[in-house]
């Protein structure tokens, strides 16, 4: 059973930067795993940030990256806004099954 | 725009049967992968299933195999999940969701969710 591990929660500063991890337990991510993140904000409904490590959809915003670090997939906002406190999720591809990871809690205080 | 429209949520009986369905609209809908992705309460995303455009292939996660049926009418523009033997377990927020255009843009857009709680 693959176990997708991000950080439980992060606090970041206004106007800060923060990078969210995301870890696999058969070793380390590469672009063969094609990480894709998503947002999700209490009562709504997940939103796509980025797929293909750091591609980034129309509606993502400039501040937001994805990256491979050191055998994980990546996932940088700098110069954070308020807005942006929510639920980070990355997703994995294991060829031909798909895993979460658990989540990351981004507070912007 | 894209459009993803979930019902068929409800409460149902542990060994009960449900069927969720995803109306779209907005784009070409025979042209695109789905996906079901569901939410406990409280708790992550789980990636459940997912169905080609022509509805010839499907993959399941391990949790749901040979309880969850996949499939779509391309006709009616609608994805359904036909879940059965349920479980207190499945207990969750279903959505479904279109794969994007872009090469390995799993999750491009998503519906609201439906809820479906197992219990007696």
């Known amino acids: 059973q693959t176990v997708v591990t991000q950080e439980p929660s992060l606090t970041v500063s206004p106007g800060g930067t923060v990078t969210l991890t995301c870890a696999s337990s058969?070793?380390?991510?590469?672009?063969?795993?094609?990480p894709n993140w998503f947002q999700q904000k209490p009562g709504q409904a997940p939103r796509a940030l980025i797929y293909n490590t750091s591609n980034k959809h129309s509606w993502t915003p400039a501040r937001f990256s994805g990256s491979l670090l050191g055998g994980k997939a990546a996932l940088t906002l700098s110069g954070v806004q308020p807005e942006d406190e929510a639920e980070y999720y990355c997703l994995l591809y294991y060829g031909g099954d798909w895993v979460f990871g658990g989540g990351t809690k981004l507070t912007v205080l | 725009e894209v459009q993803l429209v979930e019902s068929g949520g409800g409460l149902v009986q542990p060994g009960g049967s449900l069927r969720l369905c995803c109306a779209a609209?907005?784009?070409?809908?025979?042209?695109?992968?789905m996906h079901w992705v569901r939410q406990a309460p409280g708790k992550g995303l789980v990636w459940v299933s997912r169905m080609s455009g022509d509805e010839s292939r499907t993959k399941y996660a391990d949790s749901v195999k040979g309880r969850f049926t996949i499939s779509r009418d391309n006709a009616k523009n609608t994805l359904y999940l036909q879940m059965n033997s349920l479980r207190a377990e499945d207990t969750a927020v279903y959505y479904c969701?279109?794969?994007?255009?872009?090469?390995?843009?799993?999750?491009?857009?998503w519906g609201q969710g439906t809820l479906v709680t197992v219990a007696s």
């Open positions: 609209s907005g784009f070409t809908f025979s042209r695109h992968w």
């Open positions: 058969s070793g380390a991510v590469t672009s063969g795993y094609w």
């Open positions: 969701a279109r794969e994007g255009l872009g090469y390995y843009d799993w999750l491009f857009s």
